[in-house]
C-alpha cells in the first residue's frame, strides 16, 4: 500500500477547508495509553484497467464486470469479523485505495463509508480520501463520490508528458489527467492531492522540472513526488526502462523539485510529500506517527495495538476470489505478533520519515518498551549529525534526512544490541 491518502469526512459540501481537511496539531495526538492510539482504516480496492509495469502493489487487471455490491459486502462482512475481535473506537481517518477505486461508481462508494461509519463511526472530523486514475475520470462520478462523503481525491498524474506515460504503461494521457483535477474541482474537492513521479527514462532536470510546474500549475493542496523506483516483483525490475538518469542526475533533479516546491508554497514534510499549509495528509501521519489502521480488502494490512502495548500485523489474501470466500467463511485475519526488536525498528522506520519527527515519549506510548531501548543508538546518531539533538523530540536532521537509509539501518542494528 501506498502510505499516503486520507478519508473524507462530513463536512458542509461547499468546498471550503473544514475540520476534516486540517492538520492535526502533533502534541495533541499523543495519547497515554495503548488504547488511545488513534486508528485509521484502510480499504484496499484491487482492480485496474491494466497492471502498470513499475506497480508492485496488489492489483488485477478487470475482467468483465466487477461485482461491486457483492465487494462491498465483504469489505463490511471483513470489518464486522475485526471488529468481533475487539471493539474500537471511531477512526481519524479512511483511505480508500487500491489498484483504482475510482472504477467504483458513487453508489458503491456511499454504500462502503455509510457501511463503516455505523459499525465502527468515523470521528466527525474524519478525513476520507479516495484514490482516481485519469484515465476512470467521469465529472457525475466525481460528483456522486463528493455526495457520498469524499472529502479528499488523490490523483495518480505520474506525469505530464504523454511519452513518459506511454513508457510508464499508463491508461491516460496529459489531457485526461488535466481534465480530471478540473472535473474534481468542479465536482466541490478543495483539498486534493497529485502523484507526480520523477526519474522517468530519458528525463534531466528540465524536463523533471517542466512536469512539476504544470501540476504546480493546477493548483493541488498537497503533491506527492517521489521518485520511480524498480520494485522486486515488477516487469520493470526484470526489464529496466532504457534512458533512466544516473545517481548524480536523481540527486540534481531532486533539489531542484524541492526548491520549486518550496518557492512555490508547498512545504516538504516528509520524504514525498508537500503540502500548503492546513493540507498534510492526516492518514499518513498517523501512519508514520505511528498509529494503529485497520486494513480491509484483498491483500489489505493492517496494525493493531493490544492491550499490554502487544503490536500485531493483520493481512487478508490477495485474490480478490480467495478474500471473498475466507470473509464468507468469517475467517479472522492472519495475525502476527512483532517482537520487541521489529518493533523498535519499525517505530524509526516511521517516525524518521518526517521532517519534524515525533514526540520521543511516543516511542514509549505507542510501542511499549523503555525509551532506554534506542538511547544508545539515539547517542550515535547524534554524535554523527544525523538526528536533532533535542530530549523530546525523535528528528532527522537535514543532513539525516539525505542519508535517511544510512540513519534507519543504525536502529535496525541497534534494535537487536
Known sequence: MKPGATAPGRDSGDGALNASTRDPHPSSMAPESA???PMSVYV????CIRKCPYCDFNSHAVQGDIDQ????QALLRDLDIQLAERPLAPALSLFIGGGTPSLFDGS?????????DRRLGLAGDAEITLEANPGTAEAGRFADYRAAGVNRLSIGVQSL???RLAALGRIHDAAEAVNAVRMARAAGFANMNLDLMYGLPGQDVTTALADLRGVIGLEPTHVSWYQLTLEPNTWFHHRPPPGLPDDDGLADIMDAGQVLLAESGFAQYEVSAYARDGFRCRHNLNYWGFGDY???GAGAHGKRTLPGHAVVRTTRPRQPRVYRETVARGEPAQIAQVSPADLAAEFMLNALRLNQG????WFT????LAEARIEATRARAVARGLLADVHDRIAPTPLGQRFLNDLLIMFERGADE
Open 35 to 37: 488504547a488511545q492510539i
Open 44 to 47: 484496499h480496492v484491487p482492480w
Open 69 to 72: 455490491t457483492g465487494y462491498v
Open 108 to 116: 458503491a462508494i456511499g454504500a462502503l463509508i455509510d457501511g463503516i
Open 161 to 163: 508528458d504523454d511519452a
Open 294 to 296: 485497520l486494513g480491509i
Open 358 to 361: 515525533v514526540p520521543a515519549a
Open 365 to 368: 506510548a505507542r510501542t511499549g
